[in-house]
């Protein structure tokens, strides 16, 4: 099955349609949407992510263990690059819930594998960066430019990820004039999760999104990934115009 992060995913759609109801205040409506979610989930993947909203908003401790593990399994089952990044999240979480049952065996068996999976990524890509620029094979991505979300910020990194549609959606949102392309690339040195979606919304690095302080190497030009609409760049611009949140630099 084909499990890339997907923005325009019926159960992801729902778990963002309840996490801004959260924000908003509205605590029962979220519950009723993240449960909405865990209906309609149809494999592993969905589960996981619903289950592990689902735990978030339980006030009891049992319940949100039980969610909890429930997330954790789904995602063990599915043994994908696009869920290991969640694996050190969910494990720190169900050792929280031990911690606070007084259990501390298992709270110190969990805390130990959520260290574990907690080290810099191992994704072996393919990588993609998505640009407005017109660039050639061979050439190089490099830190300094200036953020395409944040007027007058000038990047400390260069951003990329692993997810085709992801870096489309960052040429369709990328500053110019130029046509959006998507280039393949490789990192020339060390590269980490991206801070600014990692542990954000969904638990991990679900987006397989990073950054790098070394150059990217341009390998080759990707051509087919989803395209957004008119209505959907619109939709885009209107939520980044919308957060007002400080970017990790």
Known sequence: MNIKFDPNNAVIKLCMRGMNMEDGGNVEGATTMFHQAWQEAKDDYE????????ARIQKSITDKLKWLENSLQCALNINDDNVKSAYSTLYLNIAKCYEE????????????????YNGAPTDEGPFYH??????????LLTAGGNSNYK??????????TANANGA???????????????FKIEPTGEFENDPNVTDKKF??????????QDPLRIIGEETEWAKLTTTERSEWRKNLDKNKGDIIN
Do not use: C
């Open 47 to 54: 589960r996981f992510i619903a289950a592990y909203h689902l």
């Open 101 to 116: 049952l007084y259990d501390s065996d298992n709270a110190k068996r969990n805390y130990e594998l959520s260290n574990s």
């Open 130 to 139: 998505g640009t407005k620029a017109d660039l050639q094979v061979g050439d």
């Open 151 to 160: 007027p007058g910020l000038k990047m400390n990194h260069i951003y990329f």
């Open 168 to 182: 489309g959606l960052a040429a369709a949102l990328a500053n110019g004039e130029g046509r959006e392309r998507v």
């Open 203 to 212: 638990p991990g690095n679900l987006t397989r999104s990073y950054r790098s």
